[in-house]
Every structure is written in C-alpha cells, then in structure tokens.
C-alpha cells in the first residue's frame, strides 16, 4: 500500500499503521539531538528532587517523593478485549492514570519542568545560592519571589493540573489557557489550587497559541510549551527506569527472545514520545512503542504516515478532531517531538470513542482499573497488532512471530485519577451497554 493509500485508510475509523522509517537503537542514538547523557541527567535530577516534592506534596510523602504509578497485571483484561494470551504473550498495565498531584501522564513532565525552572529562577535570582541544594526553593523568600513570576501553560485539561499544581505549590501565580474540549472538573480543580483559568471556545493548538502570545507580553511570564518543551520531554522519559525496576520485581524478562510492546494513548505526542525515547535507552530494539489516537484526532498518525516536512492539521483530512478523550482531542502534532520520535516509534493505530468506553468499562471489571476515557487508547493495541494484517506484517518483518508468546505487552493508562465518581459512572454505563451489544467476533478483525 502506498503512504498516501495508508492515510486515506484512516477516513475517521480505526486504523493501524507501521512505520517503514523505524530505525535500529544505535543508529538513532548517534543521530538523536537528545542524547543518553541527557537523559542520564534527567534521570538523576528527578532522584535529586524527590525531597522537595515530598516536602511540596502530601500525596508524594508516603513514596519519599517519588513520582510512582503501579504495575498492574491484566491478562484477564486482555483477555475479555479479544486477546489471545496463550499466543499472544502476557499484559500488564502501566498505570499512570493513578500518577498523584497532577492525575495523569502529564505529572512527572509537570513537575520536573516547573521545579527545573523555579531552580533556575532562584539561582539567576541570587535567591539560591550555588551551592545550595534545590530545597532552598521553599524559603519563604523564594516563595515570595516567585509570587511576583507566572507560568503559563495551554492544555486540554491534563497538562493544566500537573503544571498548575506545581506552579502554585510553589507560590508562583498560575495561567491555564483551556481548550473547548476541558473537562469542567479539571477547570474546577484548578481554580481551587488558585489557578487562572481563561477557557477558549476553540482547540488545543489554538489554546496554546493564545497562551504564548500571553507570556511573550512580560519577562516575568513563562510560558510552558508543550509543543517544544525538551524539559518535559525528559521529565517523561523518566518512567523508563520506573518500568524496568517494576519488571524486574515481577521476574519479566525482556530481551531479544522476549520482546516488550508498549501501547501509549498520544496527544501532540510528547508524554508517549519522551516515554518511548526512555523506554529505548533501557530497552533498545527489544521494546517496540506505539502510539494510539482517538480516529478523529489522528495528528501523530498522520503527521508520520505522510511524511510530510510541514505541520499536518487532522481538518485537512476532513476529520474533526471531536472525541470523548478530551486529553488527546489535538489537531497537530509537536513538531520537536515529531522529529524526535520518528526513527523510534514502531506504529500509531487509531480507535474509536465507543472502543474507549468499552475498554474503560473492562478494565474496572477485569481489572480493578478506574481512569478516564483518554486513558484507554491504547488498550486495544495487542488485538491490533497480533489481529490485523498491517500488525502481523510487523511482527513478520522483525522476526518475532516465534517469540510472541514469550512477549509482554504494555497498556499504558493515562489519566483519571481525580475523576468525580458519577462522571466515571456514566462512561462505565455507556461501555457496559456497548460491550453487552458485541457480537463476539473481534470487531477490528481487519482495519
Ligand atoms: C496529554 C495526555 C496524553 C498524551 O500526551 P501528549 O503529550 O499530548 O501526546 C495521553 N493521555 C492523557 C490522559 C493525556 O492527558
């Protein structure tokens, strides 16, 4: 099929795409503008700052102020989605949806950014001395200093509470710029962290637009960008060494004769880009990540399948970029991630909001799971790939069909944690009612 053939495919339904640009680890390395040693540091910056995020926060003392999320194993999950595990490998689910102060993904980025940029505020400040360690941070100096700076930020919800929890943990005043698509919720929650909330009638890109545009008005603004934060990035490229350590409290094995699929729920595309480029310096050519949109938001998907050296937008496509999983509701890619990511990522598939519901309404059942429709993309990523043609034809070119039973696969869960309980209820509701109307033939048996 030609590239172009690929993306017309896509047509708003479900979709399954390889990319043919996937490159070996060690030539990506020499080649990455990031580098091990970024992510090296990035690594042990987060460990440098587990003190102060313990002392910020009161969900993170417990952990000693590590930014953890469980290890969830769910072959019954799997299972009950139309996985053949037998055949298929083991599941397990990266539960990030449980990821406290920020509820989603987007809190170990958060965090790691706004501290990194406070640090940096207080030394250029003379408020922290050089030698002194990032705690000095929470001096009642440095929290009046920071009162007089804001940090800026667009989000369709998710990127909003890590960063505006930071932001205000620290003293610093907080701006979200909001997306139509914001949950009122989240908005809420923010609010009552003591953050400004300006809510646009229009999408992400926009949303953040208007945010730059508001912190280039004063040197005192920062503006955090999630279409070209390399902090972020990293920040979320640190969930790598939390998966190998969990792996290895679960006695799985991952190398060349047991491969690792990882399946990540993609937005603008840098909390599954900067996982996957961790995932990658641990794991190397034996993990294979895929991204997962909603069909109507299929930026990343088709900002790769085409090729294209320019910004794609999902309405060029005749899509309308209206899902139920607000937290991926973007119509254009991260062009910095983009870049990045390219020679890694093994795929993007694309599903449908009811293929959400239903997922979300499995993992409660089968899995003790609770997390907000966003979190879910990625669930049906096993089926895809041992299911349909594109994703067999995969698994054929790098010669793992023999190992596949040998294999474990990653669902990546995103968000939800602060979810109101009847909101949840209402989803889970919706996708008892899809699943019970299934036939029990898989429904994405060929995309
Ligand atoms: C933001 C978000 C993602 C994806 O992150 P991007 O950096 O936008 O690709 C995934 N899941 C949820 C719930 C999110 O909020």
Known sequence: MTRAGESLALAGGRSFWTNRELRPWNDIERKSPLTRE????????????????????EELREAGGEVVSPLIAADAFAAAL?????????????????????????????????VSLAEKLARRGGELA???????????????????????????????????????????????????????????????LG?????????YTSAVEAARADANVSTTSFFIDDEASTELFLGYSTAAEEVERQLREQDVAVDRRHPLFVYIPCGVGGAPGGVSFGLKQVFGDDVHCFFAEPAASACVYLQLSTGSADPVSVYDYGLDNRTIADGLA?????????????????????????????????????AGIKAEPSAFAG????????????????????????????????????????????????QYERGAELNAGLSRQTPWSET
């Open 38 to 57: 970024d992510w090296r540091k990035a690594c042990a910056r987060l460990v440098s700052f587990r003190s102060l995020y313990g002392a910020l926060f």
């Open 82 to 114: 139309g996985f053949d595990g037998a055949s298929g490998g083991r599941m397990f689910v990266k539960g990030d949806h449980a990821l406290p102060v920020g509820g989603s993904v987007k809190t170990r980025g958060a965090l790691y950014e706004v």
């Open 130 to 192: 050089p030698d002194e360690p990032p705690e000095g941070i929470l001096s009642e100096s440095c929290r009046a200093f920071f009162a007089r700076h804001t940090i800026i930020a667009g989000s369709t919800g998710n990127l909003g509470m890590g960063i505006g929890a930071a932001a205000r943990a620290l003293g610093f005043r907080a701006v979200i710029h909001m997306s139509r698509e914001a949950s009122a919720w989240k908005k809420e929650r923010l609010r009552k």
């Open 195 to 203: 953050a400004e909330i300006f809510e646009h009638d229009s999408d």
């Open 330 to 366: 973007v119509s254009k890619a991260s062009q910095l991630t983009t870049a990045l990511i390219a020679p890694l990522v093994s795929g993007v598939f694309t599903v449908l909001d009811e293929d959400l519901y239903r997922a979300l309404f499995l993992a409660s059942e089968k």
């Open 379 to 426: 669930a049906l990523g096993p089926c895809l790939l041992t299911q349909t043609l594109q994703g067999r034809a995969y698994l054929a070119a790098y010669g793992l069909e023999k190992s596949l039973p040998q294999a474990t696969h990653l669902i990546w869960t995103t968000g939800g944690l602060y979810q109101p309980a009847d909101l949840w209820r209402a």
